[in-house]
C-alpha cells in the first residue's frame, strides 16, 4: 500500500469543451427551447420573412457566441479545478508523508527520552544511592549512605583527619628534629667544649675549627682517664718486672755462687733490677712522662 500518489489528469479542455456545447444545444437546453419558440412564431405568421432572418441571424450569433464563450470558460475553469484538486491530494500525500516521519521522529524521541530517563535514574543512583527526594520540589531530603556523593564526603572527611594527623606528625617531627639538634650541640659541648666552626662556601664542608675556652670536657676528662689507666698499666708493668727481676737476683745471691764480674749473668741481672726500679719510680709520678717509650 503506498500513500503518495501522482497527477494522472491531464489539463484536457477541448472534450470538455465539446460536451458543455453538446449539452448546451441538446433538446431540453436553452438553445432548442427558443428555436422551438421561433418556429412556432413563424408558423403562427407573427413573424415576416425578414424580421425571421434578422431574429435567427441575431439569436443564432448572440446564443452561439454565448454558449461557445461559457462552454470555454467553464471548460477552463472545470478542467484547472481538476488539476488543482489533484495537486491537492499529491500536497495532501507529501503532508502525510511529513506527517509519518514526524510520528516516527516522535516515538523515536519518545526512546530517546526513556532512555536519557533511565541514565538520568542510574546516574541518580549511583551518585545519591538511595536517597528520598521531594516529589513535587526535586529537593534531596536524605541522602543515603550507599552513593557516591556520601562517599566523595567521607573521603574528605577522613582526609581532613588524615591532614590534622599528619600536620601533628610534621609538628612531632620538627620537635625531634629540634631536640635532636640540641642533643648533638648539647653532646658536642660536653664532650668537646665550646667550638666555632667555619664552613667551605663551595659546600665542601668545614673548614676549620677553633675552641673558644679552656674548660674541661668530657673528652679532656677521659684522656686524663687515659693517661691514669695507662700510667697503671705501666707501674703494674714495672713493679711486676722489678718483683720477678728481683726475686731471680735474691735466689742467685742466696745460692752463693755468683759473680758480679763485666759481662756476667748476675751483673745484667742486677742492672735490670735498677732499671725496673728507675721505670717503677717514674711510673709514680702525675707527668706524661710516667708512660715511658
Same mark, same amino acid.
Given at each position: ?42 408558423? &403562427?405568421?407573427?413573424?415576416?420573412? $425578414?424580421?425571421?432572418a434578422v431574429a435567427i441571424s441575431t439569436i443564432v450569433s448572440n446564443m452561439v457566441g454565448s454558449i461557445t464563450s461559457a462552454s470555454m470558460s467553464t471548460a477552463l475553469e472545470w478542467a484547472k479545478y481538476e488539476k488543482e484538486l489533484a495537486l ?76 590534622? *594527623?599528619?600536620?601533628?606528625?610534621? %609538628? ?11 642533643? *648533638?650541640? #648539647? ?12 664552613? &667551605?662556601?663551595?659546600?665542601? /664542608? ?19 682517664? #687515659? *693517661? ?14 722489678? $718483683?720477678?727481676? #728481683?726475686?731471680?737476683? /735474691? ?13 756476667? %749473668? ?7 733490677? *735498677? ?19
Amino acid at each position: 500500500m503506498s500513500d503518495t500518489s501522482s497527477v494522472t489528469i491531464p489539463l484536457e479542455v477541448i472534450g470538455k469543451y465539446e460536451s458543455l456545447v453538446s449539452n448546451s444545444l441538446d433538446g431540453d437546453s436553452v438553445y432548442i427551447r427558443a428555436k422551438e419558440t421561433m418556429e412556432q412564431l413563424f408558423a &403562427d405568421g407573427e413573424v415576416n420573412s $425578414t424580421d425571421k432572418a434578422v431574429a435567427i441571424s441575431t439569436i443564432v450569433s448572440n446564443m452561439v457566441g454565448s454558449i461557445t464563450s461559457a462552454s470555454m470558460s467553464t471548460a477552463l475553469e472545470w478542467a484547472k479545478y481538476e488539476k488543482e484538486l489533484a495537486l491537492k491530494k499529491l500536497e495532501m500525500d507529501q503532508q502525510l508523508l511529513i506527517a509519518a516521519q514526524e510520528i516516527l521522529l516522535k516515538e523515536a524521541q519518545v526512546a530517546q527520552t526513556e532512555t536519557q530517563t533511565r541514565l538520568a535514574l542510574a546516574e541518580s543512583r549511583r551518585m545519591y544511592g538511595t536517597s528520598t527526594f521531594d516529589v513535587s520540589t526535586g529537593a534531596l531530603l536524605t541522602l543515603a549512605d550507599d552513593g557516591k556523593v556520601w562517599t566523595d564526603m567521607q573521603l574528605v572527611e577522613q582526609q581532613t583527619v588524615n591532614a590534622g *594527623v599528619e600536620e601533628e606528625l610534621v %609538628n612531632s617531627k620538627i620537635k625531634e628534629s629540634k631536640a635532636a639538634i640540641h642533643k *648533638v650541640i #648539647a653532646d658536642t659541648y660536653t664532650n668537646f667544649g665550646s667550638f666555632t666552626f667555619t664552613y &667551605d662556601v663551595n659546600g665542601n /664542608g668545614i673548614t676549620s675549627v677553633t675552641r673558644n675556652d679552656s674548660s674541661t670536657s668530657l673528652s679532656d676528662t677521659q684522656r686524663e682517664i #687515659a *693517661v691514669e689507666q695507662g700510667k697503671g698499666y705501666t707501674y703494674n708493668a714495672w713493679a711486676n718486672s722489678l $718483683t720477678g727481676s #728481683a726475686s731471680m737476683l /735474691g735466689t742467685a745471691i742466696a745460692s752463693g755462687d755468683f759473680s758480679f764480674g763485666a759481662g756476667s %749473668n748476675e751483673l745484667r741481672l742486677f742492672d735490670a733490677v *735498677v732499671k725496673c726500679a728507675e721505670n717503677l719510680s717514674i711510673a709514680s709520678t702525675t707527668a706524661d712522662e710516667a708512660i715511658p717509650a
